[in-house]
């Protein structure tokens, strides 16, 4: 069952857009480094300084202290994609907390991968720093979203940063739910089985323009609205203040949920999305989503962190 925390989502005058990037040369985004992880990993933060490709896989299988109902395996991975020279997209884990964060940069060809970056870390430690504490969990996400977006926000008066800002999409395990907070149009995706369904709800122009009814799911695929697809109207850092949604799903074995960038869902569907991890071995199903999303172009970074809840 999915539960809306928040009353509804609220709207936003404010619109951020995503600077689009020339093509690098074709050997930008060609050669990948591939690191491999197994075993217990604790605080495990990602993030891409350098315009180079590369490709981080991980799959843990760990209890955690938020539940003793189930353990949880992690498969991790993020790709440049074909066009970009570098790689805006950050993600982080602490499996031991129950803790995953997935943040899409904007700003520029370094801003977005400072934003995006420092947002992963800010929700990790802003979490780490109450684990002890009786907080419930959906008030400790509220509290590290909004840390990350006042990190964000401050390094953002710096000349260099000025205007940049990234998504999140964070789920936190409590007993056996997930909380879900996201801010911008990183999706996180429930999947039982080959049926998936999105948790979230996007803060992006077209997908404010479907929910008034200008455009419907199939136009709003083909739609060709210069720069729509770029604007995001709510972001992290873009402002002192943050309003994230949050959502609540059950995680019981059997559960999977997938946590990715728009440089995976502005190519693949979310039934495709479903039948790949279907059909996919657990630890190459991120791997195999983001070599479809490149095959179908691939112009944005591409980031998938996919979550499955197993018996304790």
């Not at 998504?167 to 995706?189: C, E, F, H, M, W």
């Not at 604007?231 to 949920?257: H, I, L, W």
């Amino acid at each position: 069952m999915t539960e809306e925390i928040s009353s509804k989502p609220s709207r936003s005058n404010s619109l951020y857009e995503r600077p689009s990037e020339s093509a690098p040369p074709a050997s930008a985004a060609t050669d990948n480094a591939t690191e491999t992880l197994h075993g217990p990993l604790a605080h495990r933060f990602i993030s891409f300084d350098e315009p180079a490709n590369k490709v981080v896989t991980s799959t843990v299988h760990s209890a955690s202290p938020a539940s003793t109902h189930l353990r949880i395996a992690v498969s991790a991975m993020t790709d440049i994609g074909c066009v970009r020279a570098n790689n805006e997209d950050s993600y982080g884990y602490d499996e031991s907390l129950g803790i995953f964060v997935v943040c899409d940069g904007m700003g520029g060809v370094t801003s977005g991968e400072v934003a995006s970056s420092r947002a992963v870390m800010a929700i990790m430690n802003s979490f780490t720093d109450s684990a002890s504490s009786d907080i419930p969990v959906s008030t400790r996400l509220l509290d590290a979203i909004s840390a990350a977006n006042l990190d964000v926000w401050e390094n953002g008066q710096v000349p260099e940063n000025k205007g940049m800002g990234t998504t999140a999409v964070v789920a936190a395990l409590d007993g056996d739910k997930l909380i879900l907070g996201n801010v911008g149009d990183s999706r996180a995706y429930s999947v039982q089985g080959a049926n998936c369904s999105q948790l979230t709800v996007d803060h992006s122009l077209i997908s404010e323009l479907i929910r008034n009814g200008t455009l419907t799911l199939d136009s709003a695929q083909k739609a060709d609205i210069p720069g729509m697809r770029s604007v995001v109207t709510r972001a992290v850092g873009v402002a002192p203040e943050v309003q994230p949604d949050f959502f609540s799903v059950d995680f019981r074995p059997g559960s999977a949920v997938l946590l990715a960038t728009d440089g995976l869902t502005l190519y693949v569907r979310q039934g495709e999305i479903g039948a790949i991890l279907a059909s996919s071995p657990f630890e190459s199903a991120c791997a195999d989503l983001i070599a479809l999303a490149k095959q179908r172009g691939g112009q944005d970074n591409i980031t998938c962190v996919l979550l499955r809840a197993l018996p304790a």
